[in-house]
């Protein structure tokens, strides 16, 4: 590149928003809960996390991997038990009591998405809520909710993380959640309130999307769709939190943002988040934290009795 092209490029990226690395922080994070599970083993509670796949799904068996792969490099016991897809519903909540009740395991986690003959509800409802390291049970539910201590889905905790890096105080501000799911969207809102954000919950039948996103201070993006949110529909200054995990055209991993051009629009004082290299980290390192959480809680628990 050459100097004046070099002085171009510069002076654009000076003029968009700051990018908040998700790979950076997870390092960051991954490095204290290593410390962590270094000393509950040395209590005799190393933190252990079983994870259940059930079939041949290309995605799940990759999430699979890097989460059974990042136990290995921070210090926790894992587990990895892999069925066909022929497996059982019964055989299936025959494991995941068998696992319940294994003192070395301190998360269950069972890879969705399940075969169609598996009712997921039920698998999720047969999981310890003390040991539901992904916080999706109804127990779970009712305790964020109730905003009592408790395990929260992990990639609506790793946006928190990711708001808080920017510095951002959300105490009175205006945040947009789009999207409603149970897994991301409404644990989402719920821990934007509890941060005592005044929270609007968009999805696919809101009329006007633009009229609420520009308003807001923080927008996180949770629909699954693409360019979902462009540069006419944000304030510049704005926290963005791209969920979204979609292929563009030619195949490449983007978000539920049109990244470059909301990036633009924010300005200097605005955040975003990349994708890849955003969320999705996170997504993982909550999933730890959780575990060691859980490994903590019984410690304190078996001390106590």
Not at 63 to 75: D, F, I, L, M, Q
Not at 284 to 295: C, E, G, K, P, Y
Request: charged letters at 20%; aromatic letters at 2%; proline letters at 5%.
């Amino acid at each position: 590149m050459c100097g004046l092209a070099a002085f171009l490029f510069g002076a654009h990226l000076a003029m968009t928003a700051r990018l908040i690395d998700g790979l950076a922080l997870a390092r960051e994070l991954r490095g204290a809960l290593g410390a962590r599970a270094e000393a509950l083993a040395a209590r005799g509670g190393r933190p252990g996390l079983a994870v259940i796949l059930v079939g041949e799904d290309p995605a799940s068996a990759v999430y699979v991997r890097n989460k059974v792969k990042a136990c290995a490099e921070h210090g926790l016991h894992s587990v990895l038990e892999k069925y066909p897809a022929t497996l059982a519903e019964a055989e299936l909540l025959a494991r995941v009591a068998a696992l319940n009740a294994d003192p070395a395991i301190h998360g269950v986690l069972v890879q969705m998405p399940l075969p169609r003959h598996i009712d997921p509800a039920k698998v999720i409802a047969a999981i310890d809520s003390a040991k539901d390291v992904d916080g999706y049970s109804l127990r779970s539910a009712g305790e964020l909710m109730s905003g009592l201590p408790g395990l929260r889905p992990c990639t609506p905790l790793g946006c928190m993380k990711l708001i808080e890096r920017t510095g951002v105080a959300l105490r009175g501000r205006h945040a947009v959640v789009i999207g409603r799911s149970n897994t991301v969207g409404k644990p989402m809102a719920l821990l934007l309130l509890q941060a005592d954000a005044t929270v609007t919950v968009c999805h696919s039948r809101t009329g006007d999307l633009a009229r609420h996103t520009r308003g807001a201070d923080v927008v996180v993006a949770a629909v699954g769709r693409r360019n979902t949110l462009g540069a006419d529909m944000v304030k510049p200054g704005a926290v963005v939190i791209d969920v979204g995990m979609n292929r563009d055209d030619a195949g490449k991993l983007c978000g539920d943002v049109d990244f470059a051009a909301v990036r633009a629009a924010l300005g200097p004082q605005g955040w975003i988040t990349p994708v890849p290299g955003g969320v999705g980290p996170m997504t993982i390192t909550m999933l730890l934290a959780n575990t060691v959480d859980a490994a903590e809680r019984r410690l304190r628990a078996g001390a106590a009795a």
